[in-house]
């Protein structure tokens, strides 16, 4: 089977392609063939030894997954070969087979293609749990979107406007920004050629945002703490800009808000009821078509490289998928 392998840490460029036998699982555990693979901010800072997570070397990148169950382990239920699936695996998702906790597995409605579930596990359901569970998001308060044009930014607009909630989106570029226009959100901020405090002032009246979503990081993390409402909620979500912002502490005294940390790794391994229970939400809203994934790349497996590249160097729009042969000839029967 093929594998995208970080032998040496350092830059995507240093990725090999690497053929290695099949895979054994083992107890508790099921190999997925893998059809596609989300990639995710995390994945770039994995390969260069800088994420919270260190698997030894070598390992291939890529924290989740959709396919199809090849092989059971002992001391599995509920899960038989064939089976369609999502998995969040944390490190290994960029290879033609992933071996996977059964319990981090679940199985895919019909209607729900791979390419879909591929981005959910990590992407939407941190962003729904963030925005539901974390940030308590209602029908008719305003939220503010950093980074919106990315990945989990992307996911906010959606489930933002989802939840019913008025969308602010701050990105970097016009491109992005018509992007953010197309997800749904409802007023768009250029921060680069924008002040973004200035422009959150005008556009709430100077009341404030009611939640912020923040998978960023420096100093946009202290304009959003400076345009919280009264009892807001600031979502510490991750740190995209490479640097963990130190705000003034009294900012959030001064507006009675909260800032609340999303760690959604944390949270499926501490309670997997609520989350398997947020990943089933999520899986009936792509099956019902309310919720469609905002995929704009699809790329194969051998190029995990590119594809890693692009979200290091903030070139990528929405979501990227790999897809294996596997996935490729079964969206393409002959």
């Not at 059809?35 to 030894?49: S, W």
């Not at 962003?127 to 992307?154: D, I």
């Not at 990081?217 to 979502?235: D, P």
Request: aromatic share 4%.
């Amino acid at each position: 089977m093929l594998s995208v392998l970080c032998q040496r840490h350092g830059p995507p460029e240093s990725l090999a392609l690497v053929d290695l036998p099949s895979l054994t699982p083992g107890p508790g555990e099921v190999v997925v063939a893998v059809h596609a693979a989300g990639v995710n901010f995390p994945d770039t800072l994995i390969i260069e030894n800088r994420y919270q997570f260190k698997p030894a070397l070598p390992f291939a990148p890529g924290g989740e997954v959709a396919g199809t169950v090849v092989r059971v382990g002992p001391d599995v239920s509920g899960l038989a070969l064939g089976d369609r699936v999502m998995a969040l695996c944390g490190w290994g998702g960029f290879a033609e087979e992933v071996a996977v906790k059964a319990s981090a597995v679940v199985r895919l409605p019909q209607a729900v293609c791979m390419d879909d579930a591929a981005v959910l596990a990590a992407t939407y359901g941190t962003t729904w749990y963030a925005l539901k569970e974390r940030g308590a998001l209602r029908a008719g308060q305003t939220l503010l979107v950093l980074g919106a044009a990315g990945g989990t930014g992307a996911a906010a607009i959606q489930l933002g406007k989802m939840l019913g909630a008025r969308v602010i989106a701050c990105a970097s570029s016009p491109e992005k920004l018509e992007l953010c226009r197309q997800l749904g959100a409802d007023e768009v901020v250029d921060h680069r050629t924008q002040d973004l405090r200035q422009a959150l002032k005008a556009l709430t009246n100077g009341q404030g945002v009611d939640v912020a979503y923040d998978p960023v990081g420096g100093e946009l993390t202290e304009v959003a703490l400076r345009s919280m409402a009264w009892g807001g909620r600031l979502l510490v979500i991750g740190f995209a800009s490479g640097t963990i912002a130190q705000p003034p502490l009294n900012l959030a005294l001064l507006k009675g808000c909260d800032i609340v940390g999303v760690f959604f790794g944390a949270f499926m391994e501490r309670e997997p009821q609520r989350h398997a229970l947020l990943l089933q939400e999520l899986l009936e809203m792509v099956a019902q078509g309310r919720l469609q994934p905002a995929i704009t790349q699809r790329l194969p497996l051998e190029q995990a490289a590119m594809a890693l590249r692009q979200l290091a160097d903030r070139q990528a729009l929405g979501k990227t998928v790999l897809t294996t042969s596997r996935g490729r000839d079964a969206a393409n029967p002959a």
